[in-house]
């Protein structure tokens, strides 16, 4: 693995790169100047033609796709628009699930009277889905992974928070004492697996749970 302006990368060959993105770094600038640092545009003064594929929110942490050419980037956005990229998390969350495992299907769409907010929306929401599963329990903190079987923003997140579990450290959907057990949010992109767009094979990598 090497690192390019502290951002570690994975994997690279003429048609992608595997990054490992931190904590508190956009994927792709904001609005306004002061929102210009992200993970993209790091990675564009080293290798141009990069391009984006995929996000995740500022404060997840974990493994980012970029193509390195137009033909690759329509190749794996397409393959996340069929829903054929696996993607596992991982997370602490406030409480204990009932049960082992579970799966959360509930409409998501904007929380237009709160922005950046997402919310269960029955009306006019998208379609969501997310698997769980329970790893560990302590001291009132569960471990999760996740499977997210969409791509909805905030979708974790916001499904999690819905079952009253929010994530630790979630400045969005915690409550103050769930907001204030963490320094970070402890959402992190651990496995990602898709088809390389040039040989077709079946490709994966997994990033270390940083908490």
């Given at each position: 693995m090497s690192d390019v302006d502290h951002i570690p990368i994975h994997y690279q060959d003429e048609?992608?790169?595997?990054?490992?993105?931190?904590?508190?770094?956009?994927s792709v600038p904001g609005r306004g100047p002061d929102l210009q640092d992200c993970l993209s545009s790091r990675i564009q003064t080293l290798f141009s033609t990069a391009l984006v594929v995929h996000r995740l929110d500022r404060d997840t942490s974990g493994?980012?796709?970029m193509a390195l050419n137009k033909d690759s980037q329509r190749n794996i956005s397409l393959q996340f628009e069929q829903r054929n990229v696996h993607k596992v998390y991982e997370c602490i969350v406030q409480g204990t699930p009932s049960g082992k495992q579970g799966c959360i299907t509930l409409p998501i769409g904007?929380?237009?009277n709160r922005p950046p907010?997402?919310?269960?929306?029955?009306?006019?929401?998208r379609f969501s889905q997310t698997l769980w599963r329970l790893l560990a329990t302590r001291d009132g903190y569960s471990r999760l992974e996740i499977e997210p079987r969409t791509g909805r923003s905030h979708q974790i997140r916001v499904h999690l928070a819905s079952l009253g579990h929010p994530i630790l450290g979630d400045p969005l959907y915690a409550d103050a004492s769930a907001q204030h057990?963490?320094?970070r949010?402890?959402?992190?992109?651990?496995?990602?697996?898709?088809?390389?767009?040039?040989t077709e094979e079946?490709?994966?990598?997994?990033?270390s749970c940083p908490f």
């Amino acid at each position: 693995m090497s690192d390019v302006d502290h951002i570690p990368i994975h994997y690279q060959d003429e048609s992608l790169i595997v990054l490992d993105k931190p904590s508190g770094l956009l994927s792709v600038p904001g609005r306004g100047p002061d929102l210009q640092d992200c993970l993209s545009s790091r990675i564009q003064t080293l290798f141009s033609t990069a391009l984006v594929v995929h996000r995740l929110d500022r404060d997840t942490s974990g493994l980012m796709i970029m193509a390195l050419n137009k033909d690759s980037q329509r190749n794996i956005s397409l393959q996340f628009e069929q829903r054929n990229v696996h993607k596992v998390y991982e997370c602490i969350v406030q409480g204990t699930p009932s049960g082992k495992q579970g799966c959360i299907t509930l409409p998501i769409g904007r929380d237009r009277n709160r922005p950046p907010r997402y919310k269960v929306d029955h009306e006019s929401g998208r379609f969501s889905q997310t698997l769980w599963r329970l790893l560990a329990t302590r001291d009132g903190y569960s471990r999760l992974e996740i499977e997210p079987r969409t791509g909805r923003s905030h979708q974790i997140r916001v499904h999690l928070a819905s079952l009253g579990h929010p994530i630790l450290g979630d400045p969005l959907y915690a409550d103050a004492s769930a907001q204030h057990s963490a320094d970070r949010l402890l959402l992190h992109a651990q496995a990602i697996q898709f088809s390389h767009p040039m040989t077709e094979e079946s490709v994966g990598w997994q990033s270390s749970c940083p908490f």
